[in-house]
């Protein structure tokens, strides 16, 4: 049974990469054989050149790290404030009743429309780019916690009160970590959500950060750059995925073997 189990695990890891191995292939045979000017679609050959000439004259690594700086800066305060916003609301009815109609009004709210305004207020520099970073990232956590909390097992509760706990201990040893699941779930979105508008945000007055090198290299029409950009990107991406999975397996073990991840 074990070789079977590495022989499936095998097959689990190297599909994907053929799979983007075969896409690749393909796309580079369709721009040669079409003859598709660079302009408008380049091949991967030629972004890849391209790539390794950004990332030898440093502007991808300068802006790569520009660009999550600015992410994690928001982000860690999302989480911070989000995780504390959302138990709040899932241990007091009081709490979630004051939260509840600011939540259900802001979360919907496209985002990248609070740009301009953001802009009004503080202007184009480090501040409005954190800020929209954090509360992109917030209202996934919180929802997330507050889901958690509400979700956590009755019979867990009414076990832990039979053993002679009190509220306190109910709360910090049975409800929190059994929402920890949904708070890393909500840390997932609320990550990839602010990858996505802080690179929006860069697109709009700034001069440095890796949308800054996309809407520039956009502008003066030099496809394989914005391709290279957007291929950092992605990496950046699965990245952060892969890493934040590795790191809730760390973390909490128990709440990934019961997620499945």
Do not use: C
């Not at 989000?82 to 709210?109: E, F, H, K, Q």
């Amino acid at each position: 049974m074990a070789p079977r189990r590495l022989a499936a695990a095998a097959r689990a890891q190297v599909l994907p990469l053929v799979t983007v191995a075969l896409v690749v292939a393909g796309w580079e045979a369709l721009v040669r054989i079409r003859g598709i000017q660079p302009i408008y679609l380049p091949a991967p050959s030629a972004i890849a050149t391209y790539l390794v000439r950004m990332i030898a004259d440093g502007s991808i690594p300068y802006n790569l790290a520009v660009t999550i700086l600015r992410i994690f800066a928001g982000f860690l305060a999302a989480a911070v404030s989000g995780v504390v916003v959302g138990v709040l609301m899932g241990m007091s009815a009081t709490v979630a009743r004051i939260a509840d109609p600011w939540i259900a009004a802001l979360y919907p709210l496209p985002k990248v429309s609070l740009i301009p305004l953001l802009i009004i207020w503080l202007g184009t520099g480090e501040a409005y780019k954190i800020v929209i970073s954090g509360v992109t990232a917030f209202f996934p956590v919180v929802i997330s916690t507050y889901t958690g909390i509400r979700q956590a097992d009755p019979g867990l509760l009414k076990a832990a009160a039979d053993l002679g706990a009190n509220l306190q201990q109910i709360q910090l040893k049975v409800i929190i970590p059994s929402a920890v699941p949904n708070i890393f779930a909500g840390f997932r979105l609320g990550m990839g959500v602010s990858i996505i508008l802080v690179v929006a945000a860069e697109m709009i007055g700034s001069q440095s950060g890796m949308g800054y090198l996309l809407i520039h290299a956009g502008q003066v029409l030099e496809t394989e750059k914005v391709f290279a950009t957007l291929v950092v990107l992605a990496i950046l991406g699965v990245v952060v995925t892969k890493g934040q999975a590795a790191f809730d397996r760390w973390a909490a073990p128990w709440a990934a073997d019961n997620s499945g991840t």
